[in-house]
């Protein structure tokens, strides 16, 4: 497969308003999008998932091959798939690729990953803590992990806006599977003087959002904002 033909793959499905309405999502004006919408995408990516070393390959010039590169990847067999991470994750660069890069075999090898998630939070870069903070949200958010949460989200540099609001995202899923130790986390003396306000308030703002936390819980949150 040359990368002129999965080029032309890539257009045949391409929608052009849809391209301007994603793009507007991403917020960065320096990604070039195609337009083509995600369900088609991870199809592209199921047709070509036993040949990620030749989609690795292709430029990342565009948000669309980066996204199947990834997709692709992430429905490899564990063993398969952390012989790729380290390839994989410098190439994320904004939000929706990150939060769409949850790969499903990570969830029979939990304790596995948690170092890869480590090395990722302690990285000073945007997306490599996004993508840690993330990947738990998407498969740790459960009593035995708790306290490698709190204290990831503790490590997280949350000056980096979308770091920052994955914690918040973090926070409000923990709160709503979780509500009496994520209250015990957020009123905590060591734990205030870490979380900065904003990732706090917007914490309890999601988690007000949802509708699996009862109109006193909502109340209380409400109360404990910074």
Known sequence: MRYEEFLAELKASQDLEYRQFHKRLLKNDNINVLGVRTPIMKKIAKKYKNAVDELLSFPDE????????????????????????DKCVPLIDNWATCDCFAPKCIEKHKDEFLP??????????????????TTLLHFYVEDKYLQILFDSIKKADLNYYYVHMAAAWLIAEILVKHYDKAVEFLTDKTSLEVLDKKTHNKAIQKAVES??????QKNFLKGIKR
């Open 62 to 85: 565009y948000y669309e091959v980066t996204f199947i590169k990834l997709s692709a990847v992430a429905l490899l067999t564990y063993d398969k798939f952390v012989e790729y991470i």
């Open 211 to 216: 509708y699996r936390l009862s109109d006193e």
């Open 116 to 133: 890869y998630i480590f090395k990722y939070l302690s990285e000073d870069k945007e997306f490599y803590q996004r993508f840690a903070l």
